[in-house]
């Protein structure tokens, strides 16, 4: 099967390239393109595909799409995905991300990765997570709730949909060198052209380094190179390679909570406790501490331990024994599109992505102060660490470092033909939707651990204990020498995953002429998981140990999409949206006998916005009233028993829901003024489990409120040549939860920050210098909640970029 697809893919390429492409009818370089996946009116992007794959007016669009444009990147100097959140409204960083990668929200949900609607890594539970640049990307939409139909399995959240270079014929060449902080530079290529007058490439190419910010270095070389070919009037083929070696540091810990349980002491805070206060577990079966112990304890309480992250400036939990992530990426897409009559027009795309990486994180961190855990004070090991009589308050316990080696590999098919028709005074769009896709993920990982780490046999005896040294202090940590392998890592796991579905759908749009548009939208798919345990350490799990055979579960249904759209007049309309959505539960879980009929997550949005444009349409705004959830979550039965089971074991009405509204405002309001203005209230809820004690808390990571802004003026001072591009940019935040009760810190979070950026470009048309000051008070801030901790942003930094076109 392998070779087949090998052969398939060999013989598409074959195709797109072959000289005998010469032998058909030439068409001019000036041919335009009849569709495009996003569209624009003077400087504000004011059409999208996204939502309907159509190039459809985002007035009339019956869905919440947000796009961010080729000019506003670049004004902000943006280099990868995780700077562009600031530019969408409900666009937000994950909380539990552990700092690989890109792990983003939409309302507080999952978000999918495409690249041109074509799969582009991670989502739907993986732990392993590339990190994409905006190298060879123009714009990015962004589409929010959930679009299983156009888009195959994909989060519940939405999309972020990112639109690559493609070639033209207009020759175009353009050097482009960046140096910033922290030993950061770059030097990059993008030329296109026609090759003849019917065919263009487009090579992109870009090398990077950058020590980092706190030691979280990036090294990266990238290559995109794709070829055009026009065949006739009607018809044309590009294909393209991508190829991406990057090393990226990987900080799972940032700066930590402290564990410090306030209801445990009678609700006091920690600046107001004493010693008298920290009293041992009176059954004697905690961890007894002296008076001179359980004053110096005492005695390192501050203020925010317990419910904020410590600062611990520029030191790092990172340990050298720590490994970048690795990531190797190689795509290889053919795209092709065809008029077969000026209203009847065909897309295919055929994708296929492998992603290798490996890292080494180190896991926890954890700060133990004082805990009354189900009745038991400070229960080692989650307790305060003494030795020979020596308490150490700032000491870390129970650490786990983690060795990932995994490889994914996927090949996507979708075809998308459109058929445009009037009936009567009616003009109507079918649009007819086909794809596969299957994923292949081989994953393994090794753990070491530190003395807190005891396995024992079924009699009692210890087979495993851990031998990573406790780090004393967290502000001065003391590392472990030598390597990961030296200190006996256990295998815990080791499998083989599958994921694969398939999916048809039918969507129809009717343009009334009174200003009324209509989307109805039904697709079904079925997703299938096979799951192959290759078996683990015995000494970390004996029932595990040995491979098992080969386990699935299939499951399908039905998804549509029902919006309508009313304008009363050209400036303004109003749209509704209801949406069902469907997607795999997870692409890393498990496969076991008991979810051999497990039910695929489901998902459901409603969405009531209004839409207004100004400025002879440079001025585009939206305001969304929405609520999103994932559905169909399993969890136990509170009642189930395995010894007499009155009930099944598992209940699948668990959910994430998500409730808010959405601000998003463009506008190019003449040559001097530009604005991007975003914002967000939105209350995200864990309902996953009714029976946890996490039930109807705040997702993780997740800020009710948000906005930003980013403001350009051009302004023709000096006397030069050409104006001079002011930028202003103001981000607001939030605070973040980052409870777990488990830990004992249920009000655990990261604080709300505000900060402001500075820009400045000048353009020449042959050259063009951009300078960029972030972060311009240097505001100490957490730009991610982690697990238990924050990773604390950037401090004051500059970065300039000067770009020669030839």
């Not at 008076?291 to 030191?315: H, V």
């Amino acid at each position: 099967m392998m070779q087949f697809r090998y052969s398939i893919l060999a013989l598409a390429c074959t195709a797109a390239l072959s000289p005998s492409l010469a032998m058909a009818e030439e068409s001019t370089a000036e041919m335009p393109e009849r569709i495009t996946v996003y569209g624009r009116q003077n400087h504000v992007v004011m059409n999208s595909g996204l939502a309907t794959k159509s190039d459809m007016s985002l007035m009339e669009t019956p869905a919440a799409v947000v796009v961010v444009d080729e000019e506003l990147i670049r004004a902000q100097g943006a280099n990868d995905l995780q700077e562009l959140i600031r530019n969408v409204s409900g666009l937000t960083q994950a909380g539990n991300n552990y700092g690989i990668g890109d792990n983003l929200q939409i309302r507080g949900l999952g978000a999918n990765y495409t690249y041109d609607g074509m799969y582009g890594g991670a989502g739907l539970g993986n732990t392993f997570n590339p990190t994409r640049s905006m190298t060879n990307v123009e714009s990015v939409e962004v589409l929010k709730g959930p679009a299983t139909g156009l888009y195959g399995m994909g989060s519940a959240g939405g999309v972020i949909n990112l639109i690559e270079k493609k070639p033209e014929f207009e020759s175009n060449h353009e050097i482009d060198v960046e140096l910033g902080a922290w030993d950061t530079y770059s030097l990059g290529l993008d030329s296109t052209g026609g090759l003849s007058d019917s065919l263009a490439y487009r090579i992109v190419a870009k090398s990077a380094r950058s020590d980092g910010f706190r030691d979280i270095g990036t090294d990266r070389d990238e290559i995109y190179a794709s070829l055009k070919k026009l065949i006739g009037d009607d018809q044309d083929l590009m294909f393209s390679v991508a190829y991406i070696d990057d090393s990226i540091g990987v900080d799972s810990i940032g700066h930590p909570i402290r564990i410090y349980n306030a209801a445990s002491t009678g609700g006091k805070a920690p600046e107001d406790v004493t010693w008298e206060d920290l009293i041992n577990d009176p059954n004697g079966k905690g961890l007894q501490l002296t008076d001179e112990q359980r004053k110096a304890l005492a005695e390192s309480l501050s203020a925010g331990d317990g419910a904020e992250p410590m600062d611990l400036g520029d030191t790092s939990l990172m340990s050298p024994m720590s490994q970048d992530n690795k990531g190797e990426e190689l795509r290889f897409k053919l795209t092709h599109n065809i008029h077969f009559t000026p209203n009847l027009f065909l897309n295919q795309q055929l994708q296929y992505r492998d992603y290798d990486t490996g890292f080494v994180r180190q896991t926890g961190a954890y700060n133990y102060v004082y805990w009354n855990r189900r009745g038991t004070i400070n229960a080692d090991p989650r307790a305060p660490l003494v030795e020979d009589g020596v308490i150490y308050p700032y000491a870390a316990r129970r650490q786990e470092y983690r060795k990932v080696e995994a490889d994914e590999s996927s090949w996507q098919y979708f075809a998308d033909l459109r058929y445009d028709f009037t009936l009567g005074d009616l003009d109507n769009e079918i649009l007819v939707n086909a794809n596969y896709e299957d994923r292949e993920i081989r994953f393994k990982q090794n753990s070491i651990y530190d003395a807190d780490k005891v396995i024992t046999d079924k009699e009692g005896n210890q087979i495993y204990q851990g031998q990573l040294p406790y780090i004393y202090d967290i502000r001065n940590p003391n590392w472990p020498t030598g390597n990961f392998d030296d200190y006996d890592p256990l295998m815990t796991q080791n499998y083989n995953k599958n994921v694969s579905a398939w999916g048809v759908g039918i969507q129809h749009v009717a343009y009334f002429d009174w200003g009324l548009t209509t989307r109805i939208g039904v697709a079904f798919n079925e997703i299938e998981q096979r799951y192959q345990h290759l078996g683990v350490d015995p000494r970390y799990s004996s029932s595990r140990a040995e491979p098992k055979p080969e386990e699935d579960t299939k499951d399908n249904g039905t998804t549509y999409n029902l919006g309508l759209t009313y304008m009363p007049t050209d400036n303004l309309s109003i749209f509704v949206n209801h949406s069902k959505g469907r997607t795999a539960y997870s692409i890393l879980g498990s496969v076991s006998g008991d979810d051999s009929d497990r039910k695929d997550a489901e998902s459901i949005s409603n969405d009531l916005g209004i839409r207004y444009k100004a400025f002879d349409d440079q001025l585009l705004a939206s305001l969304v009233v929405f609520e999103t959830s994932r559905t169909n979550l399993r969890y136990t039965h509170p009642l189930w028993d395995e010894t007499d089971p009155i009930v099944d074991q598992y209940v699948y009405d668990g959910e994430e829901e998500t409730k808010g509204v959405e601000l998003d405002v463009n506008a190019h309001i003449n040559e001097q003024w530009k604005v991007n203005v975003n914002a967000m209230y939105q209350d995200a809820r864990d309902k996953k489990d009714p029976t946890g004690s996490t039930y109807d808390q705040p997702q993780k990571g997740v800020p009710k409120v948000a906005a930003r802004a980013w403001v350009t003026y051009s302004s023709d001072w000096f006397a030069l040549p050409s104006v001079i591009d002011w930028s202003l940019g103001v981000t607001y935040e939030d605070e973040r939860s980052t409870h777990s009760a488990s830990f004992g810190i249920p009000d655990g979070h990261v604080p709300a920050y505000t900060k402001v950026d500075l820009g400045a470009s000048y353009d020449m048309g042959d050259w063009r210098l951009q300078v960029n000051l972030n972060n311009v008070f240097d505001e100490e801030y957490y730009e991610k909640a982690m697990f238990l901790g924050g990773m604390p942003g950037k401090e004051r930094n500059l970065s300039l970029n000067f770009a020669y076109r030839l």
